[in-house]
């Protein structure tokens, strides 16, 4: 049902985007001046986002019945914007001095309806041959991991504050956690997720179709953007610390 290598890419993509997520919510924390704190949201939501955007899109393409098929781009790109609005969530919250359990639970449920809506966002643009419906139980098991996930991000970025070899370890447990969680909920969202074909016209003007070359193109383009971002928030904290 699932490629096994897709699907290793995308918990993959999923830890290294919850790590730099965390990595940037820390670094805007750090900084005092609203106008160096803007800037590095608005290129952490972006680069963040497109990671979370290209684990679910990977994703889409290891659940092998929808391999090799259209998307409409529009929805694609409505997808996109709905990941980078968890990205932006969870810079926003994590990067506060303190978070109480009300935006807490709040953030969780945000980043829970984010996730969601970058699946069915994405899968409401297969092309007209084909209809989609979806299993209660497992989108609701989705919703709830999303959710977990959600706090565990918000809720680490205020214990990871500071350096030291003990920090740097529990940044990358953390990361792995709520990565898998992350890409956990998305492979649930596929598995509530049944496609039939209706025998209409399947293609319309703006469709974009799907392959693992894409997919492996995708992968190497998250990981670029990750680590552009995660090594620049890490040398803008090394100045920073060399200049106070």
Do not use: C, K
Request: aromatic content about 6%.
């Amino acid at each position: 049902m699932f490629d096994p290598w897709l699907s290793g890419f995308t918990f993959g993509i999923a830890i290294l985007a919850a790590y730099v997520a965390l990595a940037l919510a820390n670094r805007i924390a750090a900084t005092e001046s609203r106008e160096t704190r803007v800037p590095w949201f608005i290129l952490g939501s972006l680069a963040t986002g497109l990671g979370l955007w290209a684990m679910h899109f990977v994703g889409l393409m290891a659940f092998q019945i929808l391999q090799v098929i259209s998307y409409d781009v529009n929805h694609l790109i409505g997808s996109a914007i709905a990941a980078t609005f968890v990205a932006a969530v969870i810079l926003v919250l994590g990067s506060r001095r303190h978070l109480g359990p009300v935006l807490l639970a709040a953030g969780s449920i945000a980043v829970a309806a984010g996730l969601t809506a970058t699946h069915l966002v994405a899968i409401g643009g297969l092309h007209a041959e084909l209809t989609v419906s979806y299993r209660a139980v497992p989108l609701a098991l989705g919703v709830g991991v999303a959710v977990l996930a959600g706090l565990l991000l918000l809720a680490a970025p205020e214990r990871l504050r500071g350096g030291g070899s003990e920090i740097s370890a529990l940044r990358v447990t953390i990361s792995v956690g709520a990565g898998v969680g992350l890409a956990g909920a998305h492979f649930l969202f596929l598995l509530a997720t049944t496609v039939a074909r209706t025998g209409r016209s399947s293609q319309g003007d703006h469709m974009l179709l799907t392959s693992p070359a894409l997919g492996a193109v995708l992968v190497v383009a998250a990981v670029l953007i990750l680590s552009v971002a995660l090594l620049g928030a890490l040398a803008d904290r090394y100045l920073l610390a060399r200049s106070s």
